[in-house]
């Protein structure tokens, strides 16, 4: 009996500990896998998606696989993070952060971006 609670004990202790190590390693890079689907702007390697709902994410990685998709709507997945303070990237006009998306795959939805709020 002593054994069984020892080994019950000891499995919900690894256990937890696992999934504090996920919720750490997540949360310390701030980065979480994502899918975005919106229209797609910008030009000489400054691209943004805004979705539907009108949230933008300035993008960063393979650039490449994007600009025949400009003014297109399309769906991004990739890893997703809190726009770098300071440095230009992840920053609208007005200076406002936006969040980041580094572009992993891109599926093209349609050659036409719908109108935000859904009209």
Wanted: aromatic share 4%; proline share 2%; net charge negative.
């Amino acid at each position: 009996m002593a054994k069984t609670l020892l080994l019950a004990l000891t499995l919900l202790f690894s256990t937890a500990w696992l999934q504090s190590q996920d919720a750490s390693q997540t949360g310390s890079s701030g980065s979480a896998h994502r899918t975005v689907q919106g229209c797609l702007q910008g030009s000489d390697g400054n691209y943004t998606i805004t979705e539907k709902s009108g949230r933008t994410y300035s993008l960063l990685g393979d650039m490449s696989k994007l600009t025949a998709h400009i003014g297109h709507e399309v769906q991004i997945t990739g890893t997703s993070g809190p726009g770098a303070i300071g440095s230009g990237i992840g920053s609208d006009a007005t200076g406002i952060d936006q969040p980041i998306l580094t572009v992993g795959q891109v599926k093209h939805i349609s050659g036409a971006c719908q109108t935000l709020g859904g009209e």
